[in-house]
């Protein structure tokens, strides 16, 4: 069975600062491994995917996550918060040969100015 | 062009009642989903279909009914509407199985009162 766990439901930064989001993964396979971000009232959009290739991977708007094995993580990183960047963050799990993918509970992303 | 469309955006209605959420992808995409969204934000997925065929029932009760008349459509029917019920309803597709991400619909607001 797979789980993901989210770190804080809630994380607060001031703009310009350095935006960690915490993801810690239990996998019995080698996982694929997602985030995704959600904005208000919208649906889900995939920022970066770790699909057992580079362990740090790259995505859009600036993020990156960087795949730990030996820790089960896979956070989520920014160097430098903007305020367009506040949402909701899920992490996410998947064995890659089945049709489901666990969902963390979410992380909120507060930008403050 | 939307890739993942599912109408209507909001639905307000009575207990007992029953209505249906459709949903359409325009990607070329095999597998379809639907996930519901609680109010605090918990992902969890209900159905996954594959070429048109249920691959997973996750524990849903039975008034929720989906159907897929080809693999660009997935359509939601519900029964004997619950309070319970309420939440916010996404469809998602994705490629191939759950090595590739998903694109989610833009979700379905349903409120029973």
């Known amino acids: 069975a797979q789980s993901v766990t989210q770190l804080g439901s809630h994380v607060s930064v001031s703009e310009g600062a350095l935006v960690l989001l915490r993801c810690n993964y239990s996998s019995s396979v080698p996982p694929y491994l997602f985030w995704y971000v959600q904005y208000p009232n919208q649906g889900l959009q995939l920022l970066l995917k770790y699909t057992s290739a580079a362990t740090l991977v790259k995505g859009i708007n600036g993020f990156e996550a960087e795949f730990k094995k030996s820790e089960t993580s896979f956070h989520l990183t920014k160097p430098s918060a903007h305020m367009s960047d506040a949402a909701e963050y899920f992490c996410?799990?998947?064995?890659?040969?089945?049709?489901?993918?666990?969902f963390g509970a979410g992380t909120r992303l507060f930008v403050k100015a | 062009d939307t890739a993942v469309s599912q109408t209507p955006k909001y639905l307000v209605t009575q207990m007992g009642n029953d209505k249906s959420i459709k949903c359409e992808q325009n990607l070329g995409h095999d597998t379809m989903y639907w996930y519901k969204q609680d109010s605090k934000k918990f992902l969890k997925i209900m159905f996954s279909y594959n070429n048109k065929e249920l691959i997973i029932n996750e524990t849903v009760p039975n008034r929720f009914s989906p159907k897929s008349p080809d693999k660009a459509h997935l359509n939601l029917h519900i029964n004997s509407l619950e309070l319970g019920d309420s939440a916010v309803y996404f469809c998602?597709?994705?490629?191939?199985?759950?090595?590739?991400?998903?694109?989610f619909g833009q979700g379905t607001r349903l409120t029973v009162v």
């Open positions: 998602a597709s994705s490629q191939s199985k759950g090595n590739t991400e998903a694109f």
């Open positions: 996410a799990v998947s064995d890659g040969g089945g049709f489901k993918t666990i």
